[in-house]
């Protein structure tokens, strides 16, 4: 038994939706990514597509409604959750601190709201600058995961610099450091859900925050 | 005279050795500096722009005012917070009022999470209302 390509799954889920005419220039416009077979696709390639078809079925002056998006979606993925998103960047300049934000706006363009995705790339710099200033290099990893209804990004920093001394103390508000850095952990733990840090003097730091939005 | 001054220019030029070091265009208006912060800046870049300013205020005359325009800055973190607010001092240690004309709303919202308070700055939403601060009007030739 051959499994279906993502455009078969498309033009199943569109059937009696759309008409036939908007059919084939709808699937004619689809990423690259649509040949593949149902189940492949990452959660960013499977949030495009959908994005992509629903912006071609609002040329023709329909809608997808909420329910027929995500049985789109669960067409797309076969009915499992789809694989979540990697991405990696070693940081060991300010020019790589830009590359972070960049990354991180647009990974989250599909999934977060506007104030969010600043939000979100806001802290990914920040905790791009605490490596390149502290510990002068390291790697940034931004993984989105599908959660049930939802999507999660998260952002874990990692270095083998001089570690953070007394974590607690610093999460606390009332660490002043001359160089900002305890003010910038708690600015970026405001900006997401959560933050954890795991460091020690001497055995580097890592930072790990997140932040959950809904999927439409 | 006139060689010493070319020589001089020389040397600001030499001193700036960013190899991509992008071009910031400072315009004069009235009696106020007008200039664009470009969407993405490397540190030195950033550097760049506060000596450049700086330099024009202290070089002419009757300046009062420096409006920089940040609505293409699609991201402040607390870095680029601290350098807008050193232009800022800056500027008004040279004598002349520091206004930021247009920062995005999603910025706005970003800073004060972040607890970042851009005190050595003012803010505007307009070019207008910018110049109205600075109780500066444009007249128009009806």
């Not at chain 1, 060991?92 to 979100?120: E, H, K, P, W």
């Not at chain 1, 806001?122 to 510990?135: D, F, K, P, Q, V």
């Not at chain 1, 990893?141 to 990692?158: I, K, Q």
Request: aromatic share 4%.
């Amino acid at each position: 038994m051959t499994v279906p390509s993502v455009r078969d799954a498309v033009s199943r889920a569109l059937g009696g939706v759309v008409p036939t005419r908007a059919m084939a220039s709808i699937l004619a416009t689809l990423p690259p990514t649509a040949s593949q077979s149902v189940g492949t696709l990452d959660v960013v390639a499977t949030q495009e597509l959908v994005k992509q078809v629903s912006a071609g079925v609002k040329t023709f002056g329909g809608a997808l409604t909420l329910v027929a998006t995500r049985e789109l979606r669960r067409a797309i993925c076969n009915g499992f959750t789809p694989a979540p998103h990697e991405a990696r960047v070693s940081v060991s300049s300010d020019m790589d601190v830009l590359v972070v934000q960049t990354r991180c706006q647009t990974l989250c363009r599909n999934f977060f709201g506007a104030t969010d995705c600043v939000r979100l790339a806001t802290a990914a710099s920040e905790l791009a600058r605490n490596i390149y200033l502290y510990a002068k290099r390291g790697e940034l990893t931004l993984t989105l995961t599908e959660e049930f209804s939802g999507v999660c990004l998260t952002l874990v920093a990692r270095d083998q610099g001089p570690g953070i001394a007394n974590v607690a103390h610093v999460l606390s508000g009332n660490y002043v450091s001359k160089t900002g850095l305890g003010r910038g952990l708690i600015g970026t733990r405001a900006l997401l859900d959560g933050l954890e840090i795991d460091s020690a003097p001497g055995r580097g730091t890592i930072v790990k925050g997140w932040k959950r939005a809904r999927l439409a | 005279m006139a060689r010493a001054v070319l020589s001089a220019r020389r040397m600001e030029f030499a001193t700036d050795d960013v190899p991509s070091a992008p071009f910031f265009s400072i315009l004069k208006l009235g009696a106020c500096l007008f200039a664009s912060v470009p969407p993405q800046l490397r540190d030195v870049h950033a550097r760049g722009l506060q000596d450049a300013l700086a330099r024009r205020l202290a070089s002419e005359r009757g300046l009062r005012g420096l409006l920089l325009d940040v609505s293409a800055l699609g991201i402040v973190d607390s870095y680029a917070a601290k350098v807008l607010g050193e232009i800022g001092a800056s500027a008004r240690s040279l004598g002349a009022r520091a206004i930021l004309v247009g920062l995005r709303p999603a910025v706005a919202v970003t800073l004060v999470e972040l607890g970042i308070d851009l005190t050595h700055v003012e803010t505007a939403m307009s070019l207008e209302r910018a110049l109205s601060l600075l109780r500066m009007r444009l007249v128009s030739e009806a």
